[in-house]
């Protein structure tokens, strides 16, 4: 039972254009949502989060939108640039609790030149 | 200053044996995550330290998984008995205790065969 879930394993884009990552969670709870980025034989890093008492945040050319009533998150990237290319995981996690984020399975994004 | 450090980076070993996995998280941060992610797959949660307090064990797939925390530092994970679906890359993550931001090590990939 996924609680986050990443439903595009992979996206491809062309450079300049907007990249678009989605992420739907099926737990009410979650108040806390954030995106990391993942380049091969490296950890995630941290990029952006956003907190349920905003639907939107943006960082440069990153914005993450949060929809709550969809329980449905967004990751932009505007424009999409080559490095940009790795795996995008989103997570998710309750306020006030052991802050132990559950994570999506991550969506593979490819900038083409 | 450091990151989170992880070692070995990369393990082979054979069915059977035990295996120790090391992380330094970053001086000064509490709260310590190890989770691990298998080919396809995202993020699993195994355990969560925070300071002095009991560790949340709750992602620990089976009894031949334990960690341990010393001095609140360094961490440990080790694998008894190791089988081949233990394959995988372990990451280690440390959080300060008043931010949600987790930060990663680069893993050490395990390799049972």
């Known amino acids: 039972d996924q609680q986050v879930k990443q439903n595009s394993p992979s996206l491809s884009v062309q450079e300049g254009r907007i990249s678009i990552l989605n992420c739907d969670y099926t737990?009410?709870?979650?108040?806390?949502f954030l995106w990391y980025k993942k380049y091969p034989a490296e950890g995630p890093t941290f990029l952006i989060s956003?907190?349920?008492?905003?639907d939107k945040n943006e960082d440069g050319r990153f914005t993450v939108f949060l929809n709550k009533s969809a329980k449905h998150l967004s990751l932009h990237i505007v424009p999409s640039q080559p490095g940009d290319s790795a795996v995008y995981f989103c997570?998710?996690?309750?306020?006030?609790?052991?802050?132990?984020?559950?994570f999506g399975r991550g969506t593979s994004l490819i900038v083409h030149p | 200053g450091a990151g989170v450090s992880q070692s070995p980076s990369n393990k082979v070993t054979e069915k059977g044996k035990d295996v120790e996995l090391r992380c330094d998280p970053i001086?000064?941060?509490?709260?310590l995550y190890w989770y691990r992610q298998s080919l396809g797959q995202g993020l699993e949660f195994l355990i969560y330290?925070?300071?002095?307090?009991?560790?949340?064990k709750s992602g620990l797939p089976s009894d031949r998984f334990s960690a341990e925390r010393t001095g609140g530092s360094v961490s440990t994970l080790t694998i008894q008995r190791t089988q081949q679906e233990d394959s995988a890359v372990y990451l280690c993550?440390?959080?300060?205790?008043?931010?949600?931001?987790?930060?990663f090590g680069p893993g050490t990939r395990l390799l049972v065969l």
């Open positions: 737990n009410s709870m979650f108040d806390y």
């Open positions: 997570a998710a996690s309750e306020a006030g609790g052991s802050y132990i984020p559950t």
């Open positions: 001086s000064g941060h509490t709260a």
């Open positions: 956003i907190s349920s008492i905003k």
């Open positions: 330290f925070q300071g002095n307090s009991a560790p949340d």
């Open positions: 993550a440390s959080r300060d205790l008043y931010q949600e931001t987790q930060y």
